[in-house]
């Protein structure tokens, strides 16, 4: 069956960087578009970015637009989030998603969900 295992989250402190990863597995990666998307204690899940299937064009939310990097290797069939200068208000449990639908923005776009890693950012 299709599995996606986010790792990399921990407690860090405000002002440093961070990279999540996320490992997929049942189904042909390179076919999927993927995102991550981020859910803070007491708050809905918000989009942060997705990546096309070859991993050319990437959209991000206008909250981590020149912190946040998303990448992907089709080969280790894992997609990776470089988070930079990371704020206390972005605490949350951290999702990597899997889908079909070109940008990939809403949570109707993805298929398929990982567990989540919790991130906590102290100040």
């Known amino acids: 069956q299709v599995q996606l295992l986010e790792s990399g989250g921990r407690l860090v402190q405000a002002g440093v960087s961070l990279s999540l990863s996320c490992a997929a597995s049942?189904?042909?990666?390179?076919?999927?578009?993927m995102g991550w998307f981020r859910q803070p204690p007491g708050k809905e899940r918000e989009f942060l970015a997705s990546i096309s299937q070859s991993g050319t064009t990437s959209h991000y939310a206008d909250a981590v637009k020149g912190r946040f990097t998303i990448s992907r290797d089709n080969a280790k069939n894992t997609v990776y989030l470089q988070m930079n200068s990371l704020k206390p208000e972005e605490t949350a449990v951290y999702y990597c998603?899997?889908?079909?639908?070109?940008?990939?923005?809403?949570?109707?776009?993805?298929?398929?969900w990982g567990q989540g890693t919790q991130v906590t950012v102290s100040s």
């Open positions: 998603a899997a889908g079909t639908i070109y940008y990939g923005l809403a949570q109707t776009d993805y298929m398929y």
């Open positions: 049942g189904l042909p990666f390179g076919h999927y578009v």
